[in-house]
C-alpha cells in the first residue's frame, strides 16, 4: 500500500503561483503513475493532470493547460503540481493520487490517495 502525503497549500491572491508536493512511501514510487484531482465545496472531484513513470507523457485537463505543469522526481520520490496565474475558481482542496487503472480523468480509476492539501486564491 501507498501513502501519499501532500504539501505546499495555503492562501495566495489572484495571479500568483504556488507548488504542491506529494510524497509518497510504502512501496516504490516509481512503480506507478501518479496525478492530481481537486474538489471544490459543493462539486465533484476534478482531475487536473497526471504524469506516467518516466515523465515523458502528461494529461491534463483543457482548462488547466498552459497554465499547470505536473512533473516528477523518482530520485526523491515526489511528483509536483506548478500552478500559475491562479484565479479563485482554483481554489479547492488538491489531492495527491496513485495506483491507476482505466482513465486517469476518472476518480474511480485511482486506488490510492492523500488527505489533499487546502489552496485558496483571493481576488
Known amino acids: 500500500q501507498v501513502r501519499l502525503a501532500e504539501s505546499g497549500g495555503g492562501v495566495v491572491q489572484a495571479g500568483d503561483s504556488l507548488t504542491l508536493s506529494c510524497a509518497a512511501s510504502?512501496?516504490?514510487?516509481?512503480?506507478?503513475?501518479m496525478g492530481w484531482f481537486r474538489q471544490a465545496p459543493g462539486k465533484e472531484r476534478e482531475f487536473v493532470a497526471a504524469?506516467?513513470?518516466?515523465?515523458?507523457?502528461?494529461w491534463y485537463v483543457q482548462s488547466m493547460k498552459g497554465r499547470f505543469t505536473i512533473s516528477r522526481d523518482n530520485a526523491k520520490n515526489t511528483v509536483y503540481l506548478q500552478m500559475n496565474s491562479l484565479n479563485p475558481e482554483d481554489t479547492a482542496v488538491y489531492f495527491c493520487?496513485?495506483?491507476?487503472?482505466?482513465?486517469?480523468?476518472?476518480?474511480?480509476?485511482?486506488?490510492?490517495w492523500g488527505q489533499g492539501t487546502q489552496v485558496t486564491v483571493s481576488s
Open positions: 510504502g512501496r516504490a514510487f516509481s512503480s506507478n503513475d
Open positions: 493520487v496513485a495506483d491507476p487503472s482505466g482513465s486517469p480523468s476518472d476518480s474511480s480509476s485511482w486506488g490510492s
Open positions: 504524469i506516467n513513470l518516466s515523465g515523458t507523457s502528461t
